[in-house]
């Protein structure tokens, strides 16, 4: 007998999962119950786990391919280095320093809303965040549910994106850091790859709404002023929107997203307290 529990958050996504200790490995009902409860919520969480990166890994692993962290995306998508020459590597998130050199990514600022690594043509499927240290308030994170935020849509609004793409400049990191390698200011000329703004799930088969993030992104086809104003009124209905969750941090606490329907944010934080997340990522799917 399994103690498994699936058990939703009062939200409009979410669940929490209690009774397994995801150190260990799943059974096969356990690994499918929890699949299945990521396509019905699009976001878990699994608190007081207590676990190394390897057993992180381990866990990520039971449910599809791993993939890499943002920056080695990016290199490998420049050709600066060959997949097959990269050991997989955890995505520290943190605004620690040691020895003058920051251990992670992405500070104390906010993160603003967006979808990870949509700047490559298959970005992940999920992101799984591992809480090492914690402050005692701020550094929130919220999710957005991206099936709502495409539902709720007014129809104008629906017949605007209508078969319409966007492109996802990795020009800005989702703290709104320029990445130095980026120099196209314009985001209707600058590099990235094309995505529908409106997706289909390859496995709930629902359609979501899919903007990445909003520094850099640009309608395809349309004049870089008609974009600016459709992307405006698009994102001025889901930041306005109600379909948020948010999860106040414990230490030992991970939380599991569906970066294919649901987007995220965080708040900023004191940066004289100690914030460090572990990040693990399950490769994306193509077609849409
Ligand atoms: C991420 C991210 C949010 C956070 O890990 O992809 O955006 O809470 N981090 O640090
Ligand atoms: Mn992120």
Redesign the pocket.
């Given at each position: 007998m399994s103690d498994l529990e699936v058990c939703p958050f009062d939200a409009p996504l979410g669940a929490e999962i209690r009774g397994v200790d995801i150190s260990k490995p799943l059974s096969p009902s356990a690994v499918e119950t929890i699949r299945t409860a990521w396509h019905d919520h699009l976001v878990l969480l699994f608190r007081d786990q207590d676990m190394s990166d390897a057993q992180h890994f381990a866990f990520t692993a039971q449910f599809g391919t791993l993939d890499y962290p943002p920056e080695l995306l990016l290199a490998i998508a420049a050709g600066e280095v060959r997949v097959e020459d990269e050991p997989m590597a955890i995505?520290v998130?943190s605004n620690v320093i040691e020895n003058g050199k920051p251990i992670g990514v992405?500070g104390n600022g906010e993160?603003f809303w967006?979808s990870?690594s949509t700047f490559v043509e298959i970005p992940p499927a999920a992101?799984l965040?591992r809480s090492l240290e914690v402050p005692d308030s701020g550094?929130d994170?919220y999710f957005m549910n991206m099936y709502q935020a495409l539902e709720t849509l007014p129809d104008e609004l629906r017949q605007a994106i209508k078969g319409k793409s966007s492109k996802h400049d990795a020009a800005y990191s989702?703290s709104g850091k320029r990445r130095p390698q980026f120099t196209e200011l314009d985001p209707s000329k600058s590099a990235g790859p094309i995505h529908p703004l409106e997706r289909t799930h390859p496995d709930t088969g629902r359609k979501s709404l899919y903007l990445g993030r909003r520094l850099g992104s640009y309608i395809v086809g349309l004049p870089l002023d008609e974009s600016e104003d459709l992307l405006n009124r698009i994102w001025a209905h889901v930041t306005e929107g109600d379909f948020i969750w948010a999860q106040q941090w414990r230490v030992g606490d991970l939380v599991w997203w569906d970066n294919r329907c649901a987007m995220?944010r965080?708040d900023a934080f004191d940066p004289n307290v100690r914030r460090t997340?572990h990040?693990t990522q399950l490769a994306g799917d193509r077609p849409y």
């Amino acid at each position: 007998m399994s103690d498994l529990e699936v058990c939703p958050f009062d939200a409009p996504l979410g669940a929490e999962i209690r009774g397994v200790d995801i150190s260990k490995p799943l059974s096969p009902s356990a690994v499918e119950t929890i699949r299945t409860a990521w396509h019905d919520h699009l976001v878990l969480l699994f608190r007081d786990q207590d676990m190394s990166d390897a057993q992180h890994f381990a866990f990520t692993a039971q449910f599809g391919t791993l993939d890499y962290p943002p920056e080695l995306l990016l290199a490998i998508a420049a050709g600066e280095v060959r997949v097959e020459d990269e050991p997989m590597a955890i995505n520290v998130i943190s605004n620690v320093i040691e020895n003058g050199k920051p251990i992670g990514v992405l500070g104390n600022g906010e993160a603003f809303w967006h979808s990870d690594s949509t700047f490559v043509e298959i970005p992940p499927a999920a992101s799984l965040l591992r809480s090492l240290e914690v402050p005692d308030s701020g550094g929130d994170t919220y999710f957005m549910n991206m099936y709502q935020a495409l539902e709720t849509l007014p129809d104008e609004l629906r017949q605007a994106i209508k078969g319409k793409s966007s492109k996802h400049d990795a020009a800005y990191s989702s703290s709104g850091k320029r990445r130095p390698q980026f120099t196209e200011l314009d985001p209707s000329k600058s590099a990235g790859p094309i995505h529908p703004l409106e997706r289909t799930h390859p496995d709930t088969g629902r359609k979501s709404l899919y903007l990445g993030r909003r520094l850099g992104s640009y309608i395809v086809g349309l004049p870089l002023d008609e974009s600016e104003d459709l992307l405006n009124r698009i994102w001025a209905h889901v930041t306005e929107g109600d379909f948020i969750w948010a999860q106040q941090w414990r230490v030992g606490d991970l939380v599991w997203w569906d970066n294919r329907c649901a987007m995220h944010r965080r708040d900023a934080f004191d940066p004289n307290v100690r914030r460090t997340m572990h990040r693990t990522q399950l490769a994306g799917d193509r077609p849409y």
